[in-house]
């Protein structure tokens, strides 16, 4: 344990450039009501943590700013101590306390004040953000605690019994130490031991943290690494897979190690994740493309699950310069995997290993040494859509989106096909509507069935469905395009759509839905050319 730091000590170590932040900390989170509360803590002698620093003669070459403030660089004759816990309160110290850089844009957050009028007691706080029009003489801006200049120029109006109480407070702060741990070491790997501890301890650490602890090198930084991605995917509508962190790093270490696990991640050599980032990244690509050009899957929103796209991003992986050819076995074996995988609901039971063993055969499928793919029992019967109710989040109801999306959906009012892109991009609520309008079945259903059970669910525009209204079937098919039986084809209907029987229509629409979802789970995607009965 090191000498415990004052809050003047801390800001002339920040201000040297002695103290750090290296870039695998995250950014500063906390709001400015969290900020008063901790100057509240500091003000009553409460506890509120330790400060965590790595002494290190190497200089790091990716850094984090402290919040919004850039730090200067330190001098290389000195040791660096990179805040490895404590960032949050450190950037809340500095930035209520330090008054020499003036920053180009508004900080993260409000001014801190001490309210002269507030009650002195345990619980409630005697601190709080203001902006500049919410000020009024009652609040004091403890920033200018430690600047004699501003200080004396704050108070030079008060009288002498609240300057009394102001020197209080300005001592009270000025006499606060702050706990610090500090360790000494060049190992970059035993840091990497103490994050993960220090995580273990309930400390907000996440993996991506602890294995750019591993990754460091002087031209490779993975939170780099995975922002760019992100970059690169959002003109294809899939920036939230440069997002997800964990979702990343399974890619990584089941493309590199064979094995999705958590604990696998934490193993995995920095200089392997180096040497194999790319092929990742060109799998996670090659995934996405597949998915886009083959499922109409234009966002993560639109996944089951999005650990589908880890084995997609091993049997896609490889070098970057090399197109992966895809031969008709191997893509009518994804989709097939794909379906069961979805409509079995394979990942809600065991899903580590699960995909761990769908990563191992995504692999042997790549290589050529395996050509088909293993498959849940078949359990699979036209209840599915019956007795599952319509949840736009759920597993189940982003199966049946995709189910319908692949039979080319059209709009009931005018024929037209449904724009899937646009409606599976945006992925809301208002592309989504009951055949038998909820307000029709009040007063006409006699069923236990859920009204929004699957098999009254369509790609339905709001615009549709505002035509549509609370009518019948058999009224508002008169509204419908002049192809109607391709829009009867497109959207699963069968002639008892219209005869205002909901549970007979939602019978043979579920039996309808099931004979198409048993093409796909075979791996065909021939959108559907026989109505049915």
Excluded at 134 to 154: A, H, N, Q, T, W
Excluded at 240 to 250: A, E, F, N, Q
Excluded at 519 to 530: I, V
Aim: aromatic residues 10%; glycine residues 4%.
């Amino acid at each position: 344990m090191a000498e415990p730091l004052n809050i003047r000590k801390i800001i002339e170590e920040l201000m040297a450039g002695r103290m750090r932040v290296p870039n695998f900390q995250r950014g500063f989170v906390w709001d400015p009501e969290r900020v008063a509360y901790l100057m509240d803590s500091i003000y009553k002698g409460y506890p509120f943590g330790s400060i965590l620093l790595w002494r290190t003669k190497q200089e790091l070459t990716h850094e984090r700013d402290l919040g919004p403030f850039e730090l200067p660089q330190n001098d290389p004759e000195y040791p660096t101590d990179y805040i490895l816990d404590g960032q949050q309160r450190i950037t809340s110290i500095f930035g209520v306390f330090q008054t020499e850089i003036t920053l180009p844009q508004k900080p993260l957050w409000a001014k801190i004040y001490y309210d002269m009028e507030a009650s002195e007691n345990a619980q409630e706080s005697s601190f709080t953000a203001l902006e500049d029009n919410e000020v009024s003489e009652r609040y004091f801006p403890i920033g200018y605690l430690f600047d004699p200049v501003l200080y004396r120029k704050e108070t030079a109006d008060y009288d002498d019994a609240t300057i009394a109480r102001l020197d209080k407070i300005q001592a009270r702060f000025k006499e606060a130490l702050i706990p610090v741990q500090t360790i000494t070491t060049e190992d970059k790997t035993a840091v990497a031991i103490v994050f993960e501890r220090v995580n273990q301890r309930g400390v907000e650490l996440d993996t991506v943290q602890l294995l750019s602890a591993w990754t460091w090198s002087g031209d490779f930084d993975l939170n780099q690494r995975f922002e760019d991605l992100a970059n690169d995917l959002t003109p294809f509508g899939f920036k939230d897979v440069g997002g997800d962190k964990d979702l990343l790093l399974r890619c990584c270490s089941a493309v590199m190690v064979r094995d999705p696990s958590p604990d696998s991640l934490i193993s995995l050599n920095g200089s392997k994740v180096r040497e194999d980032f790319d092929h990742v990244v060109t799998g996670i690509k090659g995934a996405i493309d597949f998915l886009r050009k083959n499922l109409h899957v234009e966002n993560l929103d639109n996944l089951p699950y999005n650990n589908l796209l880890v084995p997609l991003t091993v049997f896609f992986a490889g070098e970057p310069s090399k197109q992966k050819k895809v031969t008709n076995n191997q893509r009518k074996e994804i989709l097939r995997w794909f379906w069961h995988t979805c409509i079995h609901r394979k990942y809600n039971s065991q899903p580590i290993k699960s995909l761990r063993e769908d990563v191992v055969e995504f692999a042997k499928l790549a290589e050529g040494s395996l050509t088909k793919l293993t498959h849940p029992a078949n359990s699979f019967t036209p209840l599915f859509f019956l007795t599952n109710t319509f949840r736009l989040n759920s597993v189940v109801s982003r199966t049946f989106i995709l189910l319908l999306a692949q039979n080319g959906p059209r709009s009931f009012i005018s024929g037209n096909k449904i724009d899937l892109r646009k409606a599976l991009k945006e992925y809301n609520r208002n592309e989504f509507h009951h055949i038998h309008p909820r307000s029709f079945l009040k007063t006409s259903k006699n069923s236990k069935l859920d009204d929004s059970c699957l098999a009254n669910m369509c790609f339905l525009s709001r615009s549709d469905n505002n035509t549509i209204s609370g009518s019948a079937p058999s009224e508002y098919r008169k509204k419908l395009g002049e192809d109607i039986d391709d829009i009867e084809t497109a959207n699963f209907l069968p002639p008892s759509t219209w005869e205002d029987d909901f549970e007979q229509f939602v019978s043979a629409r579920a039996t309808l839905l099931f004979d198409y979802a048993k093409e796909l789970l075979d791996g065909g995607t021939t959108p559907k050319k026989k109505k049915g009965a």
